[in-house]
């Protein structure tokens, strides 16, 4: 099993240009988050799905927009980088609402923004 | 309101010695989980452990132990006889009814040999 993965491992952008971060897990899990780390502050939920079809926003969603066509597709759009969403990107998937189930999380993505 | 708060930003110690890493958190909720995650210099989060609200007892698996006290409010993460492979960043996080894991801000542990 791959569990979650991330696509691209690693991106350098320039202010104003768009990119698609996708992430996709093979474990039929309902939930999936992206979250943003950045020194110091520990894991920031973006935005999060409950399912195919669902998407809301999570602690600090602006600059981005999401969308989960499939169930085992998570997608992170910026449409006009900045510099300061320079941080790394993490995915992660979770199977459903129970609260005992662990997150599962995909290898990162270190983006950069000049 | 929800919250985790690890308050030791950085903790570095010399191999073989134990640590602990604190973990203190606020919840409403009656029924809730706790989790420690590790992040080594790789990058990747590493699910190490949950707790339910409900179990109070101390889990040990191998050098690794957890003293959850709901008094307290803790679930606090103790590394005997360190190893250098123990250094990473490691997360608490609480688990309620809803959707999301409200996380700590991280331990950074240096294990010096």
């Known amino acids: 099993n791959a569990g979650v993965t991330q696509t691209p491992k690693f991106r350098v952008l320039k202010t104003g240009q768009s990119m698609t971060l996708l992430c996709a897990q093979d474990m039929n899990h309902e939930y999936m988050y992206w979250y943003r780390q950045d020194p110091g502050m520990g894991l920031r939920l973006i935005h999060y799905s409950v399912g195919e079809g669902t998407t809301a926003k999570g602690e600090v969603p602006d600059g981005y927009n999401v969308s989960r066509l499939k169930k085992q597709n998570f997608l992170l759009g910026l449409e006009s980088a900045a510099p300061s969403q320079t941080s790394v990107y993490f995915c992660?998937?979770?199977?459903?609402?129970?609260?005992?189930?662990?997150?599962?999380f995909g290898p990162g993505t270190r983006l950069t923004v000049t | 309101a929800q919250k985790v708060t690890q308050a030791q930003t950085e903790i570095s110690v010399v191999e073989k010695e134990d640590v602990t890493l604190d973990c203190v958190y606020e919840?409403?909720?009656?029924?809730?989980?706790l989790f420690w995650y590790k992040q080594p210099p790789s990058g990747e989060l590493v699910f190490l452990i949950r707790?339910?609200?409900?179990d109070e007892q101390n889990e040990i698996s191998g050098r690794y132990s957890w003293n959850f006290q709901k008094s307290t409010s803790s679930f606090n993460f103790t590394i005997t006889a360190s190893q250098v492979v123990d250094s990473a960043v490691y997360f608490c996080?609480?688990?309620?009814?809803?959707?999301?894991?409200?996380w700590g801000a991280g331990t950074k542990l240096i294990i010096k040999p």
């Open positions: 992660a998937s979770r199977a459903g609402q129970v609260i005992s189930y662990e997150q599962y």
């Open positions: 996080a609480l688990s309620i009814s809803n959707y999301q894991l409200i």
């Open positions: 707790r339910n609200s409900f």
């Open positions: 919840t409403r909720d009656t029924t809730y989980y």
